[in-house]
């Protein structure tokens, strides 16, 4: 549970205070969703992207100085994602795709409808930042939740060759996962904005 707060707690904070500045982008897969429903330009995509990765990589670093500040410190799996098993619960590899390619799928429907001009825009970090939380709560298990290739990519590194290998995957399917919202949006939600 407090992992789950922790993350969507993040996301509520972080986007008030710099969504007026960056969009509250802090993930590839959400500004690939927003390029796809036609709500962000293509031409900023992959910068945006870059940042979000080297921002993961950052954040990691800041995690590790603080995790290792305790003696007996192990890196272990650092909290990396993974499946079979590196699942927290040993589930499967289409398990995993199908869980975050859903999930990221319904973080990406949230995002543009609380963004829409139709919606109450004062609201919109509340609801994205809860329905991270809700996400983490059900996949926490599953994968140890990804929905963002950024947050996924600095922990593989640290937790070494096995997470390594299974990275691929919480790229992928956040991805795929943000494209079918993007799609899904674009043909069925799209006259709201």
């Not at 407090?2 to 996301?11: P, R």
């Not at 909290?79 to 499967?92: D, I, T």
């Amino acid at each position: 549970m407090g992992v789950s707060l922790a993350f969507g707690l993040t996301v509520v904070t972080m986007a008030y205070a710099v969504g007026p500045i960056s969009g509250g982008h802090f993930n590839p897969a959400v500004t690939l969703g927003l390029v796809v429903a036609g709500r962000h330009p293509k031409s900023d995509a992959l910068g945006y992207m870059i940042s979000q990765v080297l921002g993961g990589l950052a954040a990691t670093g800041v995690l590790y100085v603080i995790a290792s500040g305790v003696d007996g410190f192990q890196a272990g799996g650092f909290a990396s994602n993974g499946f079979g098993e590196h699942s927290p619960a040993g589930y499967s590899m289409v398990a995993a795709l199908v869980c975050e390619v859903v999930l990221t799928c319904f973080f990406l429907l949230v995002i543009l409808g609380a963004t829409a001009k139709a919606s109450t825009p004062a609201m919109a970090g509340l609801a994205i930042g809860l329905c991270l939380t809700l996400i983490h709560l059900v996949s926490i298990p599953v994968t140890n939740t990804s929905v963002n290739p950024a947050r996924s990519t600095g922990p593989a590194l640290v937790a070494g060759a096995e997470a390594l290998g299974q990275l691929w995957l919480f790229w992928v399917a956040p991805l795929a996962g943000a494209v079918l919202a993007g799609v899904l949006y674009k043909c069925c939600f799209a006259d709201k904005d």
